[in-house]
């Protein structure tokens, strides 16, 4: 049997490996503080799951359009005006089941022989899968060399050619926890104009998720890139519906029959009561929202002031997401070896920076989506180690 070269060039998630690791432990009887997978441990909003049980009480269990049903698209429209006062035609947003079918779809769009691809290096291990899958070159930029983990506008541009066919960027960032402000992003689309025919990929999931009391400089507050631009968000981090698999994009007009070919060959259509319940939860309160990221920012505190306290350990306190990304240089260990030496010594399972790129050898990303609890059990279990 022989399969196709492309095939072989995909990637994976090590999160996935650590994770079927630490299960494998677990029923050996260890105790594992679990601080690798990226998902909080708060529930889906009531509402949103009563709607959906409505609809299925209800009857709706059928097909639905490949692009979703209106009413969700509709809702999304409405959100995007809510929050970011721009003005979005459903007819240019598609429901998908998750974030990563946009991933997919947007960089098999560009993605070719001899074209390339700039994507942020540590990032989310899909990017450079999905480049990788298509033929193109995968062109990184280095998530490594600003202190806080924000972009570098003037780097990413240096990056750009007649060869470049797509830039994605994410903010707020997996896994560093980055956050880039409005005059950083302002200054990088004022550069973009030099690249009238390059297209853009926002990873947005995270935008709701930001400290201090600062909002997310989105994509769709620059008109002027409407033309090119696709944004990808969803329900997974803010409404803590990551079980749910519910994502919606925003994408250009030229672009969106193609969209719809790819879902009608991909998935037909997004779980249609899911759908009811993505529209409850953008439209119903947002106290969850509200109560998670206070308790996010306390856990954000504890475990960066413990990770500080430990010796040889550096960190720096995330802009927005809920994950750190320390450097562990100065124990003596890469990313690698720290991350096997705490799964096996201490119980606590974290993921290697190399698991998202090839920049971050000596950092480790643990997420702070879990209790108070476990945190400060993981910083003692951490620290007898170092000693």
């Known amino acids: 049997m022989k399969i196709a070269k492309s095939v072989n060039r995909l990637g994976t998630e090590a999160v996935y490996n650590i994770f079927a690791k630490t299960k494998k432990l ?11 997978l990226g998902q909080s441990d708060f529930k889906s909003p009531k509402h949103a799951v009563d709607a959906a049980v409505k609809a299925l009480n209800d009857g709706y269990h059928g097909y639905t359009l490949p692009n979703g049903i209106i009413e969700c698209r509709e809702a999304v429209s409405r959100k995007i005006k809510s929050l970011y006062n721009a003005n979005i035609d459903p007819e240019r947003i598609i429901i998908m089941p998750g974030g990563k079918p946009t991933m997919h779809y947007a960089i098999s769009f560009f993605g070719e022989p001899n074209s390339e691809i700039i994507y942020p290096d540590p990032g989310f291990p899909i990017y450079q899968s999905m480049i990788n899958f298509t033929g193109a070159k995968a ?3 280095n998530m490594t060399e600003n202190k806080d983990f924000s972009i570098d506008p003037d780097k990413i541009l240096t990056l ?4 470049t066919r797509l830039l994605i960027l994410n903010n707020p960032h997996n896994p560093t926890g980055g956050f880039t402000e409005k005059k950083v992003i302002d200054k990088l689309v004022n550069g973009l104009k030099k690249f009238p025919d390059l297209a853009i990929l926002s990873d947005e999931v995270y935008d709701r998720l930001i400290f201090d009391n600062k909002k997310i400089p989105t994509l769709l507050n620059y008109p002027e890139l409407y033309d090119r631009l696709i944004i990808l968000n969803g329900w997974s981090k803010t409404y803590a519906m990551t079980g749910w698999r519910l994502g919606w994009s925003v994408w250009p007009e030229k672009l969106i029959e193609h969209v719809f070919k790819f879902c009608v060959n991909n998935h037909s259509c997004v779980n249609t009561p899911a759908q009811y319940g993505a529209i409850a939860a ?4 947002e106290d969850h929202l509200d109560d998670m990221m206070k308790e996010f920012d306390v856990r954000r505190k504890l475990i960066v002031s413990g990770l500080r306290k430990l010796k040889g350990i550096e960190c720096t ?3 927005g997401s809920f994950f750190v990304f320390p450097n562990v240089s100065n124990t ?3 990313g690698e ?7 096996n010594e201490a119980g606590v399972a974290m993921i290697p920076g190399t698991a998202f790129g090839k ?3 000596n950092n480790v990303r643990l997420n702070f989506a879990t209790s108070r609890e476990n945190i400060s059990k993981a910083i003692e279990k951490i620290d007898k180690i170092l000693k």
């Not at 750009?160 to 060869?163: A, G, R």
């Not at 070896?337 to 799964?343: D, P, S, Y």
């Open 139 to 141: 062109i990184p930029y």
């Open 317 to 319: 306190i995330p802009g």
């Open 332 to 334: 003596g260990m890469n």
């Open 282 to 285: 953008l439209e119903g309160p």
């Open 26 to 36: 677990i029923k050996q009887g260890k105790e594992i503080i679990d601080l690798s």
């Open 337 to 343: 070896e720290f991350t096997k030496k705490c799964l």
């Open 359 to 361: 920049f971050a050898v």
């Open 160 to 163: 750009i050619n007649e060869k």
